[in-house]
C-alpha cells in the first residue's frame, strides 16, 4: 500500500508530471531541468526525490553530473501501468510542447558555462 500511495502523491502534482513528459524525451540532469521549469535547484532536486522515491525515475552519475531517466524497471504492474498512461497523455498539452521544444536546444554543458 505504501509504494502505492507514494505513486499517487508523485503523480499529484504538475511539475513532476512536467518532468517526466521531459524525461520522456531523453535523460536530463538537474540544471537542465531546471532551465526548462525556471525553478530553483533545491525545488528541482526536491520534486526529482519524490519521483525517484516514488519509483519512476532513476539516476546515475555521469562526470559532474546526476542524470535522471525515466525508470527502466518499474517497481510494480502499477508503475508499468502508470508510466505507460504517462507516455500516452498529454500529447497536444501547449505546456508539454513548449517544454519538449526547449529541451530540444538544452544542453548541460552550456547551461556549466553560463554560470
Partial sequence: MKKTSKL????SDETRIRILKMLEARPLCVCEIQYVLKGSQPNVSHHLKTLSEAGLVDFQRDGLWIVYRI??????PMHSAALSLMRRSLKLDERVKKDRAVIKSVNRVDISLRK
Wanted: hydrophobic fraction near 40%.
Fill in 8 to 11: 499517487f502523491k508523485a503523480l
Fill in 71 to 76: 525508470a527502466k524497471n518499474p517497481e510494480t
